[in-house]
């Protein structure tokens, strides 16, 4: 035993250990090392009370989607930096990937989840369906930062735009050029849609008309919070609201009777109906003359204006938009629209049967020309010096501009955004003009579908002075109208 000792020892003794061998054990211990040490870090997402940004969301961020080629802030792929919070709100190369409040809406979940193409992290393990229950979860409770913001909030200038095909209004910051919410409307199982819009003067107030359901729909426009809604009457179309912002009329757009010739008139405090005024039939475009004393009416089927004198809701005069217009009933012409000038001299008004704008002398009360300008003229709008008229041409997929000086149309802006262009609203200095593009026929080829399956829309921001499209903003199914708010 003694000798087998000796020789055991003295092995021992003059074995050496091999460099490979060192290096394994030192990175097996290394990595338990590690291992340990990050334990406590392991996070159970269903016992977070309050979720921390920089804790428990940036961090999943961090391990799966900063590599090389990736949404870090050197490569950021499509756009997209998901290296903090300021820069995941910026959103991507195609727009917001997230929506507060939404995340059946944010594309970000969209493509986590393997719904949209391609799937993220691309080319790699999905990520657990716990991560991507939570960032849904993160987003659902406001996509906030660590001091608890949500993004973009309390922001001053805004665009809300009206989609028909998903009963939401989406706001987009007018400073980013970016979608930052989404305002459910209508509470009816079929769809209500949300057919136009209409700011109050006084920058206070949202009204939404919904078509479908025949409501105005109010909402706050500082904080978007929902104020409450009116009954308006079949196929409320389109809303205006009186100057000192008590009264709402809404044009009801009933082409199916034939005999619907209304406008209602809501009261904005109460939401409720005080008066019907019949005018001429399937009345759709509506606008208050600037000193607040007239209001003018389009005509559908009758192919006339109707003047109503704003102290007593009568109607004061009809101009007939041609002279062989049937005064009873005609659709030759079909006025969809009217504008004023900021002096209400001339109203302009698109006739979307004849493809042209008549401009209406309000003094003489008749028509005093007729512009030709692309197919199916659908809403228009005076800039805000009066200058030009911008006409949205819904079948020929562009936009004529028409100088007010000589009514000559002067130029034809064209996009490969445009896809049935519906409604125009101006920044207040008259520097870019928003179109709503309902992309019916399916032409502009978005690059994030809708939640529904309808076709998404988008909205075009238009450098008046260059008349160039400088940003094309995607939004829900069917935008139709829109409106601006700088407070």
């Not at 080629?69 to 959103?91: F, K, V, Y």
């Not at 078509?211 to 500082?222: H, L």
């Not at 079909?334 to 004849?354: E, I, M, N, W």
């Not at 008549?358 to 809403?379: C, E, M, Q, S, Y």
């Amino acid at each position: 035993m003694k000798a087998f000792t000796t020789i055991k020892q003295s092995r021992m003794k003059n074995r050496t250990i091999s460099l490979p061998a060192v290096i394994l054990f030192i990175t097996l211990n290394c990595c338990l090392f590690f291992w340990l040490s990050c334990a406590h870090d392991i996070i159970d997402y269903e016992s977070v009370d309050q979720i921390v940004y920089s804790q428990h969301v940036q961090p999943i961020f961090k391990t799966n989607c900063l590599s090389s080629g990736c949404h870090n802030s050197r490569d950021r792929a499509n756009g997209l930096d998901l290296t903090s919070w300021e820069s995941l709100i910026r959103g991507s190369d195609f727009g917001a990937v997230i929506i507060s409040g939404h995340a059946e809406h944010s594309h970000l979940v969209e493509h986590l989840e393997g719904e949209r193409e391609p799937r993220m992290p691309l080319n790699r393990k999905p990520l657990p369906e716990e991560q991507i229950e939570f960032i849904a979860r993160w987003l659902e409770e406001g996509a906030r930062n660590d001091a608890g913001l949500r993004p973009y909030e309390n922001i001053n200038k805004k665009v809300y735009v009206s989609n028909q095909g998903d009963d939401l209004i989406s706001v987009i910051s007018a400073e980013h050029n970016i979608v930052t919410r989404l305002l459910p409307v209508g509470d009816s199982p079929a769809l209500d849609v949300p057919h136009n819009l209409f700011v109050d003067a006084q920058q206070r107030f949202l009204y939404v008309s919904l078509i479908g359901s025949g409501e105005i729909w109010k909402f706050d426009a500082a904080t978007d919070a929902f104020v409450g809604k009116a009954p308006a009457g079949n196929a409320s179309a389109n809303v205006v609201v009186s100057p000192e912002g008590s009264k709402a009329y809404v044009t009801n757009w009933d082409i199916t009777n034939p005999n619907g010739r209304a406008v209602q008139v809501i009261d904005t405090a109460t939401l409720t109906k005080i008066q019907q005024i019949n005018v001429g039939l399937a009345p759709h475009g509506i606008s208050f003359s600037h000193d607040g004393k007239f209001i003018y009416v389009t005509n559908y089927l009758s192919d006339s204006v109707s003047i109503l004198n704003a102290a007593d809701n009568t109607e004061t005069a009809r101009v007939l938009l041609a002279p062989d217009v049937n005064p009873v009933r005609s659709s030759k012409y079909q006025p969809l629209q009217v504008a004023l000038t900021p002096d209400d001299r001339f109203a302009y008004v698109t006739c979307f049967a004849s493809d042209e704008v008549r401009v209406i002398d309000t003094a003489a009360k008749n028509v005093i020309a007729a512009v030709r300008v692309g197919k199916a003229p659908f809403l228009l709008e005076v800039t805000p010096d009066g200058r030009f008229v911008y006409v949205a041409n819904q079948q020929s997929d562009n936009m004529s501009v028409i100088r007010v000086a000589d009514n000559q149309a002067v130029a034809t802006i064209e996009s490969p955004s445009f896809a049935n262009p519906h409604g125009i609203a101006f920044t207040s200095d008259g520097r870019y003009a928003y179109v709503t593009n309902e992309n019916l026929s399916g032409d502009y080829n978005p690059h994030h579908p809708t939640e529904h399956g309808g076709k998404t829309g988008n909205v075009m921001v238009i450098d008046t002075k260059t008349l160039q499209v400088v940003k094309t903003i995607e939004v829900e199914a069917d935008p139709t109208g829109i409106a601006v708010v700088e407070r």
